[in-house]
């Protein structure tokens, strides 16, 4: 039987776990007009939300544009994903009847790929876009909008903390000007690099300040986890006792992606009609962090060295709540609390460690973690 257990990429069908509030209030959201700053932890599962909520908005008078801004490195290509995006939403025929309507004052390439929907791309000029050209291209939402007076439309940026590393702050100044000038559409900022989006949406100097409400993605909670693990192992004829899914669960706080991850390592050293023991977990994980090691050693030699310290730190205190108090300074050899605090931007920068809710700092990738602790001891 194949392994029920999905991560590293969309996960869809039987492969996700519940969310069901989550997309309940996504979809009310949405249908409301609402504009939303969605955030959460990387790998915690937003794009694979998302595409479950624009699911749920099909069977509803909904519009849905999904643009995804991460490949985006200039100004140009955040013009084109919009573009492509707004395209998709009118489909092949309207988009080849309309395409300068539009986007008053540009003219993509038009084309239509396999599976018949259009894709544009503008030309990329050796100048900088205009103003004019980022606001037409935004302002192409309020047409789509006006053109479908039955529907609401819902316009939702994934991997939206790119914008900032554009290098052109008129994006973010003309995205609230687009955004506040029309309540019948709502918009939904998705995003994981918590440092960058805080900086966007919680400081009163960036354009885009309190111009949308909080939503976060947090991890998904026990209850709902151990049915859904007990269902998969079952189907295969495989026990595992919840006291055994209780001990996974605290190791991989919840977190979607880890948590299916070893699920899956769990999986593959299992024989049909089996029990799982503590030992069957312990096996299991030190097959992931072995798998993983190459991996780990690569970052791990990567970092400067008193990130490496506070690496270390995080991952033995487990959260690390003290991270400038003395006996933290005296273990684990900074030179003083400045070194230790830029350590922790740096790490922090470079999505290492994140803050957790429950106050300290914990590493994000659970198993990064685990593996310093088995690899460095104080």
């Known amino acids: 039987m194949p392994n029920p257990f999905s991560y590293g990429g969309i996960v869809a069908g039987k492969q996700f776990c519940n969310r069901i509030k989550e997309m309940n209030d996504l979809v009310r959201a949405g249908l409301n007009g609402e504009k939303l700053f969605i955030h959460g932890e990387r790998r915690i599962g937003k794009t694979s939300l998302l595409r479950k909520v624009m699911t749920k908005f099909s069977e509803k008078k909904v519009i849905s544009v999904l643009i995804n801004v991460w490949k985006c490195v200039d100004a140009t290509d955040f013009v084109n994903v919009c573009g492509s995006g707004f395209a998709k939403a009118e489909g092949s025929e309207g988009i080849l009847k309309r ?57 939702i940026f994934d991997e939206f903390q790119q914008v900032r590393l554009l290098g052109d702050d008129r994006i973010e100044r003309l995205l609230r000007s687009v955004v506040q000038e029309r309540s019948d559409i709502s918009w939904f900022f998705c995003g994981s690099r918590a440092h960058l989006l805080k900086q966007m949406f919680l400081d009163s100097n960036s354009p885009l300040y309190r111009s949308a409400g909080h939503y976060p993605i947090e991890a998904i909670k026990d209850k709902h986890w151990i049915p859904f693990i007990s269902g998969k192992f079952s189907s295969n004829g495989i026990d595992i006792p919840s006291i055994v899914i209780k001990k996974l669960l605290d190791i991989t706080s919840g977190h979607p992606f880890y948590t299916q991850m070893l699920c899956s390592s769990l999986w593959d050293i299992c024989e049909p009609e089996s029990t799982i023991s503590d030992d069957m977990m312990e096996q299991a994980l030190n097959t992931l962090l072995e798998r993983e090691n190459s991996t780990y050693h690569t970052l791990w030699d990567s970092l400067p060295e008193q990130s490496k310290r506070m690496l270390r730190a995080i991952a033995f205190e487990n959260p690390l709540k003290s991270p400038y108090s003395g006996e933290v300074i005296g273990n684990y050899g900074f030179t003083s609390p400045s070194s230790a605090g830029r350590a922790i931007e740096y790490l922090t920068f470079h999505d290492l460690i994140i803050k957790s809710r429950g106050g300290g700092y914990i590493t994000i990738d659970r198993f990064l973690g685990m593996w310093c602790r088995k690899n460095f001891a104080v």
């Open 99 to 155: 395409v300068r309507k539009l986007f008053d004052g540009l003219y993509p390439a038009v084309t239509i790929g396999d599976d018949g929907r259009p894709s544009l791309t503008f030309e990329r000029s050796a100048g900088k876009l205009s103003s004019g050209q980022l606001e037409n291209v935004l302002k192409a939402s309020w047409k789509i909008a006006d053109s479908n007076r039955d529907k609401r439309l819902v316009v």
